[in-house]
């Protein structure tokens, strides 16, 4: 994590080649939830944005997004709202005219709130925050230089969830729009 935070702060030092890129993020993620039992793997949409600061092959970035599901087991209504901050570097391998192939790294701070009716009566839990390892891929197809429409998939490690299935999968489409010292090719 202090190798992560060193790049990111070498980053905003290199000012003059750098460029911000601001992007609302929509996507869905497969995860593990505990509770309320029984533990099961639930897929949920979120949304959020993204930003990142740095040169056409490496950046830092953070991201910040929010999921809300609702269900209804037997006998009870559980409505859960997840909140993640994804901070990491975003390295760019392919860099092409027309399109970039990149990947990411960082960490994960997960924040799980569940909101449990049970025969008219409202019980409120917060989990503490959990903190996990993530790497992933995308590809951005790149229109004009400034605007961008981006894909990806993120794996992140879940040391809470049962061996064997301790990787949640995120799943994101986004369109970023550059602000800079954006280079023209």
Same mark, same amino acid.
């Given at each position: 994590?202090?190798?992560? *935070?060193?790049?990111?702060?070498?980053?905003?030092?290199?000012?003059?080649?750098? #460029?911000?890129?601001? =992007?609302? +993020?929509y996507?869905? =993620? &497969?995860?593990?939830?505990?509770?309320?039992?029984?533990?099961?793997?639930?897929t =949920?949409v979120?949304?959020?944005?993204?930003?990142?600061?740095?040169? #056409?092959?490496?950046?830092?970035?953070?991201? *910040?997004?929010?999921?809300?599901?609702?269900?209804?087991?037997?006998?009870?209504? +559980?409505?859960i709202?997840?909140?993640?901050?994804? *901070?990491? *570097?975003?390295? +760019?391998?392919?860099?092409?005219?027309?399109?970039?192939?990149?990947? &990411?790294?960082?960490?994960?701070?997960?924040?799980?709130?569940?909101?449990?009716?049970?025969?008219g +009566?409202?019980?409120t #839990?917060? @989990? @503490?925050?959990?903190?996990?390892?993530y790497?992933?891929?995308?590809?951005?197809? $790149?229109?004009?230089?400034?605007?961008?429409? $981006?894909?990806?998939?993120?794996m992140?490690?879940?040391?809470?969830?049962?061996?064997? #299935?301790?990787?949640?999968? &995120?799943?994101?489409?986004?369109?970023?729009?550059?602000?800079?010292?954006?280079?023209?090719?």
């Open positions: 994590m202090k190798a992560i *935070l060193f790049i990111t702060l070498l980053l905003f030092g290199t000012a003059q080649a750098a #460029e911000l890129t601001i =992007e609302p +993020v996507g869905f =993620e &497969r995860s593990y939830q505990k509770d309320p039992p029984p533990s099961r793997y639930k =949920e979120f949304t959020g944005i993204k930003g990142s600061y740095g040169t #056409e092959r490496i950046a830092g970035e953070l991201e *910040l997004n929010q999921g809300n599901t609702t269900y209804t087991t037997d006998t009870t209504d +559980v409505k709202t997840t909140q993640n901050a994804l *901070l990491g *570097l975003r390295l +760019v391998p392919i860099l092409g005219k027309y399109y970039n192939i990149n990947m &990411r790294l960082g960490a994960r701070a997960k924040k799980v709130s569940r909101e449990l009716t049970t025969a +009566v409202t019980t #839990e917060t @989990d @503490d925050i959990q903190y996990d390892p790497a992933g891929a995308g590809l951005s197809i $790149n229109i004009a230089n400034i605007f961008s429409l $981006n894909t990806g998939v993120t992140i490690y879940n040391k809470n969830a049962e061996s064997g #299935e301790q990787y949640d999968t &995120r799943y994101t489409l986004g369109w970023a729009i550059k602000f800079g010292s954006a280079r023209t090719r």
